[in-house]
């Protein structure tokens, strides 16, 4: 049991693992407490490194954060027009990270399109000039973040930033997140400013917004079952890279997909369950796909589109309750549509886009077509 949170590798470290597994009947083996302490796992200029089997029971911010900020004494350190550093080689699994007052897992920083405040900018005797007033975060790359159940998060559940290449976050569960209310810090998942990831087979329950996926293309977001969201469903919020240096020169690695989702929204639930966001003149990638998601909720507006996405939409389905949608085990968690009912088969053929299993890993199609939604079931 450590009491006030660990620090990992603040000076660097590589090709390491911390791990509760090993004992046998005992499924995590190091607990973490750390009411009074920012984070209860903090690991700072690694690579390759792997955190899985552990326990986190309190942090007064994130359970597990894996980051390094620029610097605020020197602002080309840890700038990443000057500093070659890049994390990568990330696996965080099978951990239970529950009752913290922030993330449960912050991986990357949020700030990959550039910070002129929180860093250098803070500090009177910091020379700014050579950075232009704006400091730059390292690249995240080849991260895996799987099968973590993740419970009671102020904040969001899983926060990812800066995640340019190899991201993958999948077969998580996250239940109850966003209970401060937080604006913008309310999400099941968030994938930000900086980030390509592939986020499938997750489960979302009771919270605020389900997912944000921003960043810069490139991410394909499929087979997530999400109930229980008070705020959107799933939304995009695309951003170019701004450096011509970047991993590609201000612009976007490729399109977003959101496919094949469920969304089962909470009472009262506030806005679109889909929708997208664009800032003013803010250029958007091409290659949007929308389709066979399945939208649980009242009221017809649940789609919100901008037209500059050029979205490819295809059989996304709403329907007023779970028992018109044919999810009759939905209170069991069992999101299969009922034989005949409007979803089965009613989706349209995704192989091209490469998905071919559902949110159990299963086949598609299992019949004669593909059905809406998460699950495949017929």
């Not at 470290?13 to 090993?22: L, Q």
């Not at 690694?46 to 954060?65: G, L, Q, R, T, Y």
């Given at each position: 049991?450590?009491?006030?949170?660990?620090?990992?590798?603040?000076?660097?470290?590589?090709?390491?693992?911390?791990?509760?597994?090993?004992?046998?009947?005992?499924?995590?083996?190091?607990?973490?407490?750390?009411?009074?302490?920012?984070?209860?796992?903090?690991?700072?200029?690694?690579?390759?490194?792997?955190?899985?089997?552990?326990?986190?029971?309190?942090?007064?911010?994130?359970?597990?954060?894996?980051?390094?900020?620029?610097?605020?004494?020197?602002?080309?350190?840890?700038?990443?027009?000057?500093?070659?550093?890049v994390m990568e080689g990330i696996s965080i699994h099978h951990n239970h990270l529950h009752d913290v007052v922030g993330e449960g897992i912050y991986l990357g920083n949020s700030f990959y399109r550039g910070d002129s405040t929180h860093y250098c900018g803070n500090n009177a005797n910091c020379n700014f000039a050579p950075c232009g007033g704006v400091q730059y975060p390292h690249e995240v790359r080849d991260i895996h973040v799987y099968e973590n159940l993740i419970e009671a998060t102020g904040w969001d559940g899983i926060q990812i930033g800066s995640a340019v290449t190899g991201c993958l976050v999948e077969q998580n569960v996250v239940r109850d997140w966003g209970t401060q209310e937080q604006s913008s810090q309310n999400h099941g998942i968030q994938v930000g400013d900086g980030s390509s990831c592939t986020v499938r087979r997750n489960l979302l329950v009771s919270g605020g917004v389900g997912m944000q996926i921003a960043g810069i293309g490139g991410s394909l977001v499929h087979d997530n079952v999400i109930v229980g969201h008070k705020g959107f469903g799933i939304y995009v919020n695309p951003r170019p890279t701004p450096l011509p240096t970047d991993i590609v020169a201000q612009g976007y690695v490729g399109g977003f997909v959101v496919a094949q989702n469920t969304l089962i929204a909470a009472p009262n639930q506030q806005g679109p369950a889909l929708r997208d966001i664009n800032l003013p003149g803010n250029p958007v990638p091409s290659g949007?796909?929308?389709?066979?998601?399945?939208?649980?909720?009242?009221?017809?507006?649940?789609?919100?589109?901008?037209?500059?996405?050029?979205?490819?939409?295809?059989?996304?389905?709403?329907?007023?309750?779970?028992?018109?949608?044919?999810?009759?085990?939905?209170?069991?968690?069992?999101?299969?549509?009922?034989?005949?009912?409007?979803?089965v088969g009613a989706g349209v053929d995704l192989t091209a886009l490469g998905l071919t299993s559902d949110f159990l890993g299963g086949p598609r199609p299992v019949g004669a077509g593909w059905d809406v939604g998460a699950l495949e079931c017929h």
């Open positions: 049991m450590a009491a006030g949170g660990a620090t990992l590798a603040r000076g660097g470290g590589s090709h390491f693992r911390v791990t509760g597994a090993g004992a046998v009947g005992v499924e995590r083996g190091i607990v973490l407490s750390a009411p009074n302490a920012p984070q209860a796992l903090l690991l700072l200029r690694v690579k390759h490194a792997e955190i899985d089997h552990i326990e986190v029971d309190a942090s007064n911010f994130a359970a597990i954060m894996c980051k390094v900020d620029p610097s605020s004494s020197d602002c080309k350190a840890g700038d990443r027009r000057y500093d070659g550093f949007n796909h929308l389709a066979d998601n399945l939208v649980v909720r009242p009221g017809t507006g649940y789609l919100q589109l901008t037209p500059s996405y050029g979205w490819i939409v295809g059989a996304n389905m709403r329907f007023a309750t779970t028992a018109e949608a044919g999810l009759s085990g939905a209170g069991t968690e069992d999101f299969c549509p009922d034989t005949g009912s409007g979803p």
